[in-house]
């Protein structure tokens, strides 16, 4: 039986990344700078209009995990893909790149292996369309025992409770977390999805988890309200550790009734995808490691900020190197 210091349950996705500017978007009919599920049809359609597409292994969390495996943590990721070839391709990249893959992939799967096309504009703004295939009928049979039961931190992915069965992985799993001492938290992934399931999202956060992550919008989408200091202060009210991402204008966590607010530096990014991904994956990496919250919150604007730095949801870089640099390491 392995101990996990990070385990991730969420979307196995394949990543399809190429550029595009606002007119294609137009023409494709593409709403800039969402996510937006999309049928198997429509995804062999904007595949086919894609140019030097770049493929990698992707879904948010599982970006995060993977980030996290770079760092040194040992980590495990949680995921259903098909037996073919995308999906043999997912779980070999996850398993080469240091985080274990612990679902084989599914024979005879009714779906096919998960993909997402992601379409970078010249500003950075990343839309992405995703057919969620056979990675959103993960459920309880998907969550190994020992891998939950074992974890030191778990995080979910908001992404996977458009099924409920997706719902009950992320319940059977945080509690068999919490049950031997470890923690447990969630991004909240997308406002729409928080839209689509607010008072789903809000008992989980309230009673099953120990911190949630999102961005200025996902939070706010919490309670329905544009006043984001509200909409902080009422999460931080349901939940022992809340951390805030707003782009630009830097970070604010909040635990046990204490803020820490994190600015940045403003810089145009060449990619915004997986910038919350690997701000997660900085973050964890300090929290697993017993760094307080500001040096925490800090690894994760550097990793952030490195991803940004080039096309792609993963770091090109090694991460480890700029936290000595940006002295967060000794």
């Known amino acids: 039986m392995k101990t996990y210091q990070l385990v991730g349950i969420g979307n196995a996705v394949v990543d399809v990344i190429s550029k595009s500017d606002d007119q294609f978007l137009d023409d ?19 595949y086919g209009a894609m140019k030097q597409r770049v493929q990698t292994p992707g879904g948010s969390v599982a970006n995060t995990i993977a980030g996290a495996g770079a760092l040194g943590l040992s980590t495990a990721f949680i995921g259903r893909v098909h037996d073919d070839a995308l999906g043999h391709f997912y779980a070999d990249a996850m398993n080469e790149g240091g985080t274990d893959f612990v679902n084989p992939p599914v ?38 025992s020992d ?19 997706g719902k009950e992985a992320f319940l059977q799993a945080a509690r068999a977390c919490r049950a031997n001492g470890g923690k447990t938290g969630i991004a909240i992934s997308d406002p729409f999805c928080v839209d689509r399931h607010r008072a789903d999202f809000l008992q989980l956060i309230g009673n099953e988890l120990d911190y949630v992550i999102g961005n200025e919008a996902e939070i706010r989408s919490l309670f329905e309200t544009d006043d984001l200091e509200d909409a902080i202060a009422r999460t931080a009210a349901m939940c022992p550790l809340v951390v805030c991402t707003r782009s630009g204008d830097g970070v604010s966590i ?40 500001e040096t925490s919150g800090r690894m994760g604007c550097v990793a952030a900020r490195e991803v940004i730095g080039h096309v792609g949801p993963r770091p090109e870089n090694d991460v480890e190197t700029l936290f000595r640099a940006a002295g967060l390491l000794g």
């Open 28 to 46: 494709m009919g593409i709403q800039k700078g969402i996510m937006q599920l999309i049928e198997q049809d429509r995804a062999e359609t904007l």
């Open 107 to 144: 024979r005879n799967g009714e779906l096919p292996t998960s993909r997402s096309m992601i379409f970078v504009s010249p500003d950075g703004e990343r839309s992405m369309n995703t057919y969620l295939g056979i990675s959103s009928e993960l459920g309880p049979d998907d969550v190994p």
């Open 147 to 165: 891998v939950a039961g074992q974890a030191e931190i778990i995080f979910l992915e908001g992404y996977l409770f458009d099924k409920d069965k």
């Open 254 to 293: 909040i635990s046990d009734g204490q803020r820490i607010n994190i600015a940045v530096e403003k810089i145009k990014p060449v990619d915004a995808t997986g910038a919350g991904d690997q701000f997660a994956a900085g973050f964890l990496f300090g929290l697993a490691n017993g760094h307080d919250l």
